[in-house]
T-cell receptor, first 111, second 116 residues
Framework: SQQGEEDPQALSIQEGENATMNCSYK?????LQWYRQNSGRGLVHLIL?????REKHSGRLRVTLDTSKKSSSLLITASRAADTASYFC???????????FGKGTMLLVSP | DGGITQSPKYLFRKEGQNVTLSCEQN?????MYWYRQDPGQGLRLIYY???????QKGDIAEGYSVSREKKESFPLTVTSAQKNPTAFYLC???????????????FGSGTRLTVV
C-alpha cells in the first residue's frame, strides 16, 4: 500500500506565485524526502527532512514536517516556468530497506 | 562526473522476447534499485540490491530478473513472462547508512520500453 500520498494531484499557477504541495503518510518515519521529475526524465532529490526536524530550507524550497499529523508540505516560492514538473514525496520507514514513493503532484507554472 | 547511467533510452521489444536494461553507477553507492513507472501510478519497486551478489524482490518482481555481479552494475532483464512490460523504467542508487536512505537516491534518466 502507498505510504505517502501527495495532495493535490495537479496544481496550476502563474509565474511568481507560490506553490504548496502536501504529503500524508501512515506510519512513523526515519525521514521524508522530496523529489522532482521533469517529463520523461529521472527523479532528482530535492531535500530530506528527518523525523526530529520541523522545517528545512533550500533556496526557494521550504519543507515542513508535522509528525503528530503524519504530514509534510513542500513550498516553492516565486515559482518559475522551469519549476514545471512532477513532485514526489518518499518516506524512509524504520525496518524497511527501501523508500516508499507517493504518486506525485503535477505542477504547471505558466509564464 | 559521477552519476548513474541507464541505457538504452528507448527500447522496443517484440512479443516473447527477453530484453535487458543496463544500469551503471560510478558513485561507489552500496545499494541499487529498479522501479517501474506507469502513468498515474507513481513508482513501483521491482528489485533492489544492497550488496554484491545479493538482491531482493520488490512489490512487482514477477516477470523480471536481475543480477549484481559488480558493485557498479545492476542490469534488469524483462522476460517474456512479463505480460505488460510497456513502461518507463528507472534505476536508482544510494549510500547506505542507518535507514533506507540518509542521503537520498540518485536516479538515472530512465529507459522507455515499448512492446511492438
Amino acid at each position: 500500500s502507498q505510504q505517502g500520498e501527495e495532495d493535490p494531484q495537479a496544481l496550476s499557477i502563474q509565474e511568481g506565485e507560490n506553490a504548496t504541495m502536501n504529503c500524508s503518510y501512515k506510519t512513523s518515519i526515519n525521514n521524508l524526502q522530496w523529489y522532482r521529475q521533469n517529463s520523461g526524465r529521472g527523479l532528482v532529490h530535492l531535500i530530506l527532512i528527518r523525523s526530529n526536524e520541523r522545517e528545512k530550507h533550500s533556496g526557494r524550497l521550504r519543507v515542513t514536517l508535522d509528525t503528530s499529523k503524519k504530514s509534510s508540505s513542500l513550498l516553492i516560492t516565486a515559482s518559475r516556468a522551469a519549476d514545471t514538473a512532477s513532485y514526489f514525496c518518499a518516506t524512509d520507514v524504520p525496518g524497511y530497506s527501501t523508500l516508499t514513493f507517493g504518486k506525485g503532484t503535477m505542477l504547471l507554472v505558466s509564464p | 562526473d559521477g552519476g548513474i547511467t541507464q541505457s538504452p533510452k528507448y527500447l522496443f521489444r517484440k512479443e516473447g522476447q527477453n530484453v535487458t536494461l543496463s544500469c551503471e553507477q560510478n558513485l561507489n553507492h552500496d545499494a541499487m534499485y529498479w522501479y517501474r513507472q506507469d502513468p498515474g501510478q507513481g513508482l513501483r519497486l521491482i528489485y533492489y540490491s544492497q550488496i554484491v551478489n545479493d538482491f531482493q524482490k520488490g512489490d512487482i518482481a514477477e516477470g523480471y530478473s536481475v543480477s549484481r555481479e559488480k558493485k557498479e552494475s545492476f542490469p534488469l532483464t524483462v522476460t517474456s513472462a512479463q505480460k505488460n512490460p510497456t513502461a518507463f523504467y528507472l534505476c536508482a542508487s544510494t549510500l547506505l547508512w542507518g535507514g533506507a536512505s540518509e542521503y537520498g537516491y540518485t536516479f538515472g534518466s530512465g529507459t522507455r520500453l515499448t512492446v511492438v
